[in-house]
């Protein structure tokens, strides 16, 4: 019920390899995932849609065969990329009706996932910032968060939008923000939160802190940042959190040391395993 699709048309007089190859968003990792889904839709039934990966340069390939069982209507076909050779793939290349000419047929795709075979639940987005933003509350001094256009939209942070984060020159040790995650969190489903932050800072503790309402329960996690003036995803692990309701979020950075006016931005907070 997606809304965008990909159109694949193959056309009369086309090869019988013809296909598409592409770069999927993310890395391809067949470390943690042998398994590949595909959700496709086949004028054909029992049409041979082919799924292969490459590395750079192709000089290692692994191809993956399956096999449409309905005809005008979605399916999701799954790949087991359990046999491939170890590399680092970074293209997949998709071909329907494999080893036929083209016919003029039309043919759709969508949600190429890696399968996660662990059991845990997928990560849970609590806020993205591109539709709407919680209401930021400032402690310390700092000046007050804003959201705004990603200023460095490269690497792990393309998305649109980001919260801008300054620790004005002289706020408090301890300054920081602190905002509602609109519910209790479900830790028992969910163990850690990961973060992507940039900081001009490598080493600064960026200090992550639950309360329950009435902040008669709290749980704090510090992880350092480990790259100057570049996005990277920080992970809280929240597993030894005592049990309650925790339904706030508060983010430090640089924690212990007095503002400096040097400008953070966080991004994408997440419920994760």
């Known amino acids: 019920?997606?809304?965008?699709?990909?159109?694949l048309t193959k056309k009369?007089?086309?090869?019988?390899?013809?296909?598409t190859i592409f770069e999927p968003k993310g890395v391809i990792d067949l470390e943690n995932s042998k398994k590949i889904s595909l959700k496709v839709w086949s004028p054909k039934l029992g049409s041979t849609v082919k799924l292969k990966l490459e590395n750079a340069g192709a000089s290692t390939v692994?191809?993956?065969?399956k096999t449409t069982s309905v005809a005008n209507a979605w399916e999701e076909l799954v790949y087991d990329f359990s046999a491939a050779?170890?590399?680092?793939?970074?293209n997949a290349v998709i071909f329907f009706d494999f080893d036929n000419p083209g016919d003029d047929s039309v043919y759709y795709f969508d949600d190429l996932t890696m399968i996660d075979e662990s059991g845990l639940p997928e990560p849970l987005m609590l806020y993205d910032l591109e539709e709407s933003a919680p209401t930021f509350n400032v402690f310390g001094n700092i000046a007050g968060i804003t959201?705004?256009?990603?200023?460095?939209?490269?690497g792990i942070n393309t998305s649109n939008k980001v919260a801008q984060f300054t620790k004005t020159s002289g706020a408090e040790s301890w300054g920081g923000t602190i905002f509602s995650s609109g519910g209790a969190l479900n830790l028992t489903s969910f163990s850690k939160i990961s973060l992507k932050t940039w900081s001009p800072k490598a080493d600064a503790v960026v200090k992550f802190k639950l309360e329950n309402e009435g902040a008669s329960t709290v749980y704090e996690v510090d992880v350092k940042t480990s790259v100057t003036n570049s996005w990277e995803e920080l992970t809280f692990d929240f597993s030894n959190a005592p049990t309650a309701d925790f339904i706030n979020l508060v983010i430090f950075f640089d924690f212990e040391n007095a503002g400096d006016d040097s400008v953070y931005y966080f991004d994408?907070?997440?419920?994760?395993?």
């Open 1 to 7: 019920t997606s809304a965008k699709v990909g159109k």
């Open 85 to 90: 050779p170890s590399a680092d793939y970074i």
């Open 268 to 273: 994408e907070i997440r419920l994760t395993n």
């Open 147 to 154: 959201v705004i256009d990603n200023p460095d939209a490269t």
């Open 12 to 19: 009369s007089g086309s090869e019988t390899w013809a296909g």
């Open 62 to 65: 692994f191809e993956v065969d």
